[in-house]
């Protein structure tokens, strides 16, 4: 029989990944989901000058490398959808070209400006008529960072696309604007769920560069002729998926009817619940909550938390500095260090930028009495465990601001790997981990392409395909004394927001 076949790309901010999913229908009558990994490459910032950009073209070359390998393996999707990370954005002149290179949402030049608007429009009216957590690299501010410049880009611009629509942009020469990734820009109003054109006028952003959003599962188009020539493939279409990685990875937590928690663990770690609107009221801004557009018109609410990208970057300085070591070891290691002997607050604002982040890690610990760590095994330690208290932190504000209690966090992405990171985490929440999937982003993505095509009827289906289909592993917790004690230790040097 033939399966029903989609390619997903899941591109995040050190990898992209390829993989192909079918859907098949077991003897028992059973439908499950099989995916295979069919390309994977690298994803790195490149520095000109003073900026920080993305390589787009590069990521353009690998999509279409991961698309000519999956033919040639012999499956034959008929759609293809693209996530990525939120906020950054491509600009699109009048005769339909891309302007220069994307920015890099770590780029420097919004430094001070979530204090400068905050205090020109006041925090809490800008808060409600976004919904997001104020992160120095939401789109917003990176716009009035380029048009305070006088950016000679912007003033060419026609047309603002987002990572995912740009790149489905340059494959079908269809422009368009997934609702998921629109509502990571501070940009888009839920009140009235349209762009917020008076803000843009107030900070000089032209409004007619913002197309209309569409749903996740929409069809936008088949891919170009000249891509179809150059591949030497049938025709495919590409999908408008949950194209925000993180939505992508939240229609793929297997959950069941009752209400959950779940974190998204990659570079970030995205703590929340989901709901069917936004939660604007103060509180949600004073603990630093975000409501970002989900699939199947949720919304979530939930927090960034620093996440693995702090021992990413350690293991970067390490592998420059000619005491390379592999994730493997690396937790190894961290596992035979001394428990909770130091601990930092991730989510403190010296640990956003790129580098020097053992210094950095040891200022932090001496600043606040506490022994610096001396090794890989203790850099590592402190890392997870303050993560995992981060994670009890944010768990219980997510339930002050919901009123829901959970009984325990799903945990889904490739941060899930990390075995001691979950047993850790279920210690420091007291509650039990369900972990799995770790290719959480690619399946959400997949299950849209299927919703596109007419497979899947919406989320709960998918979800319930999900548990069907991969399996999930229970981290239950231990040590409660130790982890309660760290817990009163941890909020001492962490203000909680
Ligand atoms: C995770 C993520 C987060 C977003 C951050 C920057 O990959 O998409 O949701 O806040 O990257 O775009």
New binding site residues.
Partial sequence: PRHATALAFDM??SSGRAYVGELAREADGTRRLKVAEMHRFENEAVRVGMHLHWDILRLLQEIKRGIRKTFQTGYAPRTVGID?????FGLIDEGGELLGNPYH?RDSQTEGLIEELSERFGADALFASSGLQF?P?NTIYQLYAMSRAGSAKLAAAKTLLLTPDLLTYLLTGVPACEFTMAT?TQLFDPRTRSWNAELMRELGIPETMFLDPVAPGTRIGTLSDEVLEELRIPPVEAVAVGS???ASAIAAVPAGDEPFAYL?C???S?LGTELNEPVLKPETLALSF?N?GGVGGTYQL?K?IMGLWILQECKREWDDSGIPIGYPELVGLAEAAEPLRSLIDPDDARFYGPSDMTSKIRAFCRETGQPEPRDQGEFARCILESLALRYRQALEQAESLTGRTFAGLHMVGGGIQNKLLCRLSAGAIGRPVFAGPAEA?AIGNLLLQFVAQGEIAGLPEARRLVSDSFQVDTFEPADGEAWVAAYTRFKALCPGA
């Fill in positions: 995040g901010a990525t990370w939120g906020v950054d949402y992160m690299f990571t925000h990685d993180t998204v990659g570079t970030w995205l975000s970002e939930l960034n982003s």
